[in-house]
């Protein structure tokens, strides 16, 4: 299953929302997983069940989606959320990754 | 607190061997999955490899399927990854990662480097 996310880079000022789009090839139902990933550091669990929040996750971060289109919502951008997001699927092996999202500063 | 810490990394050529290991601790580690996961530089992510508590269920992606075995000791809360005919483009951040039951990766540890080159 080929996960594609889009945009590549998202610019956005702090305080804004930012809103990352990833599509499924094929249906994954629910089965979709968002991770966060910060320079130097291993990614962290952000969404599971394309909307379930992982513990410790803040209440600005949201998902939606099922089937093959589904979306991270960053409410009200603070400085430590910059950083390139990736989705990933659980439905199928192999599993797979889509090429990740810049969200950066504007 | 779940801790997973990789060694094992370094510089090989092309064609060589090397075995990874992964250390865990804080969690229960016979009841969990567990998965090895790369990046190469500058890149994105990549599943390599999966195996499941009981060591029954393994998956390889095709990439590395017939050169990398996966393993586990449970008595020893490790994960292993035998790692042979290394290519250049195995080089890559090698991160164990920890699922519950064949979903989500709900824990990382920090990744050990590998590099083939000659």
């Known amino acids: 299953i080929v996960m594609t996310q889009s945009p590549v880079t998202l610019s956005v000022s702090p305080g804004e929302s930012a809103t990352l789009s990833c599509r499924a090839s094929?249906?994954?139902?629910?089965?979709l997983a968002w991770y966060q990933q910060k320079p130097g550091q291993a990614p962290r669990l952000l969404m599971y069940g394309a909307s379930i929040r992982a513990t410790g996750i803040a209440a600005r971060f949201s998902g939606s989606g099922s089937g093959t289109e589904f979306t991270l919502t960053i409410s009200s951008l603070q400085s430590e959320d910059f950083a390139v997001f990736f989705c990933?699927?659980?439905?199928?092996?192999?599993?797979?990754f889509g090429q990740g999202t810049k969200v950066e500063i504007k | 607190e779940v801790y997973l810490v990789e060694s094992g990394g370094g510089l090989v050529k092309p064609g060589g061997s090397l075995r990874l290991a992964c250390s865990a601790s804080?969690?229960?580690?016979?009841?969990?999955?567990m998965n090895w996961v790369r990046q190469a530089p500058g890149k994105g992510l990549e599943w390599v490899s999966s195996v499941s508590g009981n060591s029954h269920h393994i998956q390889y992606a095709d990439s590395v399927r017939g050169r990398f075995t996966i393993s586990r000791d449970n008595a020893q809360n490790s994960l292993f990854l035998q790692m042979d005919s290394l290519r250049a483009e195995d080089t890559a951040i090698y991160y164990c990662?920890?699922?519950?039951?064949?979903?989500?990766?709900?824990?990382w540890g920090q990744g050990t480097l590998v590099t083939v080159s000659s």
């Open positions: 804080g969690f229960t580690f016979s009841t969990y999955g």
């Open positions: 990933q699927q659980y439905d199928a092996w192999p599993r797979t």
């Open positions: 094929q249906s994954v139902n629910s089965n």
């Open positions: 990662v920890r699922d519950l039951h064949d979903d989500w990766f709900d824990s």
